[in-house]
């Protein structure tokens, strides 16, 4: 079974960038669909970015044209490009797969604190 480790969360400034990974102890070129999820007080984890092994995006409304997805598979990384934040983006971020591999085990996530 894949394990996955975010990090690369932060402390921004609105309008300012950072970049988020997500390690797995194991192959990831299996899973078909890897997504990053983001967790906001008060609100259901919400599907933010996925994309699938032909390296096909799928982004949210809230993230589209700020965000970019992207694998690695050699190097069992996802990552999480994403510029032009704002504070509506803050919260904890997580990495997984989307669909049938899906894990009900979350990781830690990483912190994503935008200020004004």
């Known amino acids: 079974q894949v394990q996955l480790v975010e990090s690369g969360g932060g402390l921004v400034q609105a309008g300012g960038s950072l970049r988020l990974s997500c390690a797995a102890s194991?192959?990831?070129?299996?899973?078909?669909?890897m997504g990053w999820y983001r967790q906001t007080p008060g609100k259901q984890r919400e599907l933010v970015a996925y994309i699938n092994s032909s390296g096909r995006t799928i982004y949210s409304d809230s993230v589209k044209g700020r965000f970019t997805i992207s694998r690695d598979n050699r190097k069992n990384t996802v990552y999480l490009q994403m510029n032009s934040l704002n504070p509506e983006d803050t919260g904890v971020y997580y990495c997984?797969?989307?669909?049938?591999?899906?894990?009900?085990?979350w990781g830690q996530g990483t912190q994503v604190t935008v200020s004004s």
């Open positions: 997984n797969a989307v669909g049938g591999r899906f894990s009900p085990n």
């Open positions: 194991g192959s990831i070129s299996s899973i078909n669909t």
